[in-house]
Structure formats: C-alpha cells, structure tokens
C-alpha cells in the first residue's frame, strides 16, 4: 500500500509544526507562587484546582462545537442554484 506523496508531506507538515509549537521545557513552566500554594495546599484544595479547571474547560469547548455545527449546516446556505463555482468569460465579470 503506497501512501501518496501529498499525504506523506501533509503528515510531515503537521509532525513539524506540533514539536516546534510544543517543545518539552514549555510543559514543565509554571507560575511559581501556584505551584507554592497548590504544595502548601491540602488534599481538599488540590481537589478543587482540578474540578475547577476542569470547569473553566467546559464552556469554551461547548462554544466550538457549537460553532463548528452552525458552520457546518450552514456552510451551503449562500451558494445560488446553478452556481457551480466557475466564472463567465464571456462579459469579464465573475
């Protein structure tokens, strides 16, 4: 099975960009008065950083799906009946 070479370039591309926009130092930063207060902290309020984390998550990816579904059942809503995305030569206008 061969994989063609515009998908072979198209991986490679992606690979690329997510190590350089991902290094492993950048992993490793942190605000040093959290990390002092999260140490300091107790069980209960580690807990809490994490539930409300996860919570400060939520809306935001809710907000992308949903635009990307309202996108995506309106994405043919403009396009006219017979517009097949060529243009007229004849008169110079597209």
């Known amino acids: ?7 072979r370039l198209t991986g490679l591309v992606f ?9 492993l130092p950048a992993f490793s930063q ?5 990390y002092t ?4 902290a107790g069980h209960r309020m580690i807990e809490a950083l994490r539930s409300g984390i996860i919570v400060l998550m939520i809306p935001p ?7 990307s579904v309202l996108a995506y059942r309106k ?6 009946a017979g517009d097949d995305g060529y243009t ?3 008169d110079g206008r597209w």
């Open 37 to 40: 207060q999260a140490a300091a």
């Open 61 to 67: 990816a809710c907000m992308s799906v949903g635009i």
């Open 15 to 23: 690979i690329g960009l997510v190590i350089l926009t991902a290094p």
């Open 75 to 80: 994405r043919n809503q403009f396009k006219r």
């Open 88 to 90: 007229d030569q004849s």
């Open 30 to 34: 942190s605000c040093a008065l959290c």
């Open 1 to 7: 099975m061969r994989i063609p070479n515009t998908l």
